[in-house]
Every structure is written in C-alpha cells, then in structure tokens.
C-alpha cells in the first residue's frame, strides 16, 4: 500500500450503523487537496524563473533514465538542465545523471509508489535550477499512482517501450489521459517483439485524443533529436 496516498484502500467513506444504535460519521476528503496546493507553489515558483519542468512516468524498464541521458546529450550547451530522480531505493539514476556533469537529487520514498509535490518543492530548493532552464522529474515506475498527483509541472510526458505491448494505454487509462506527451521508447526492438506501433497509438488515442507521440530509441539516439527539438521550442 501507499503510505502517501493509501491506494489500495477506498477513499470514500460513509455514514454507517454499528448496530447498537450508535452511528459512526467518516467525512470524506480531498485526499489531493493538500498536494494540489504544494503543486501550485511548485508551478508558479518554476513559472517565475521560466523553468519547464516535465514529469516523466512510466511502468519499470521503459527506459526513462536512458532517454534522459541521451536527452541531456542532445540538449549540451543550448540549455541548463536539472534533474529530480525518484526511486523508492538507491541513487543509481542521479549518479548516472550527474555524470552527464548535470545537477540531479535522488527522492527515495521507500515503500511510497510516487513523487508528490511537497517532496518535489523540497528538491527544487535544493537544486536551485537556473532561470530559463529544462527541469525533468523522473518519477517512480508506476503506471498507477503517480497519474493521480500533480507535481507543478508544465507537462507530463509517459512512456512506453515497444516491449511492453501495445494495450497499455487501455490498461492504465488514467496515466495516458493524464498525460501530454507519449514516448513510444525502444523502437529499434519492433521486429523482435509483438507490437504494432500504429495500435499503440490508436489505443492511447481512445483515451486521450490529444496526446503528442515521439517515437525513440534512446539507446540507439533514434528520434532524440526530434524529441529535443520539442523541448527546446515549446
């Protein structure tokens, strides 16, 4: 279970008899309330500096931190970039970032399935990004939880890896029509896996007929340059 957000449980609570004639009132909660107001800071604190922040979220293995990489490569000197990395253990992903000679914290939440906002505030005072700067939110792998907290972002991006078959966007419709931005990641595996890349889209398109597609391979550098090009016009 989440300790952040209690999924797993339901949110909605009612009035019920204990049958001894005493009645038990629960009243029911924005859970989100809080973090949306965290959120909200964290958006007009990133809009002051004109810092685009992207909340990057995928399953496990679709190979953000990859893509971030040869992100970053492609960005070189045409922008400053920073880096929020979340994990529930290890700082594997913010050393792989600082080693591109970018500036990244580690969030671990333990046993929490998401990044909120309030721990997102904490790490963007610590980071400090620079004015005019590109800031990507790595999130925990999680195709579920981190669909329902905003972050302060500009734009959240999901990904997907070709590996992953082309039916996720129906299975995890929140994230999808939660998201802007789809990355079809992975693509140089197509002909060695079951996935038609067209139905991929149509399906993410079922649940959210304004998604924007980039089709990648992060370890190959296939599509980045057009992915980057995004990021540093919009």
């Known amino acids: 279970m989440c300790t952040t957000c209690g999924c797993g449980d339901s949110h909605?609570?009612?009035h019920h008899d204990n049958g001894d004639g005493q009645v038990t009132v629960s009243l029911?909660?924005?859970?989100?309330?809080?973090?949306?107001r965290h959120a909200a800071y964290n958006k007009g604190f990133l809009a002051a500096r004109s810092v685009a922040a992207y909340n990057i979220v995928s399953s496990p293995g679709s190979g953000k931190t990859s893509l971030l990489e040869a992100t970053i490569?492609?960005?070189?000197?045409?922008?400053?970039?920073?880096?929020i990395e979340g994990d529930q253990h290890t700082d594997n992903d913010a050393q792989r970032i600082t080693a591109q000679g970018v500036p990244a914290i580690q969030i671990n939440t333990a046993n929490g399935c998401h990044l909120d906002a309030h721990m997102v505030g904490h790490a963007i005072e610590?980071?400090?990004?620079?004015?005019?700067?590109?800031?990507?939110?790595e999130n925990v792998g999680?195709?579920?939880?981190?669909?329902?907290?905003?972050?302060?972002?500009?734009k959240r991006v999901v990904v997907i890896?070709?590996?992953?078959?082309?039916?996720?966007?129906?299975?995890?419709?929140?994230?999808?029509?939660?998201?802007q931005i789809c990355i079809i990641n992975k693509i140089d595996l197509l002909p060695y896996v079951d996935c038609d890349i067209n139905r991929l889209k149509a399906n993410a398109l079922k649940v959210n007929p304004g998604l924007i597609f980039?089709?990648?391979s992060?370890?190959?550098?296939?599509?980045?340059?057009?992915?980057?090009?995004?990021?540093?016009?919009?």
């Not at 029911?28 to 949306?36: M, P, R, S, V, Y």
């Not at 610590?126 to 939110?137: E, R, Y």
């Open 12 to 14: 909605h609570h009612h």
């Open 28 to 36: 029911e909660q924005d859970i989100l309330g809080e973090n949306n």
């Open 73 to 83: 490569k492609a960005i070189a000197g045409k922008r400053p970039v920073a880096v």
């Open 126 to 137: 610590d980071l400090n990004p620079a004015p005019g700067s590109i800031l990507f939110i």
């Open 142 to 154: 999680n195709l579920v939880c981190p669909a329902m907290f905003d972050l302060g972002e500009k």
């Open 161 to 179: 890896s070709v590996t992953e078959g082309d039916d996720k966007p129906l299975k995890y419709p929140y994230m999808f029509s939660g998201s």
């Open 214 to 216: 980039f089709e990648t």
């Open 218 to 234: 992060a370890t190959k550098s296939t599509g980045i340059d057009t992915w980057t090009d995004y990021l540093l016009n919009n």
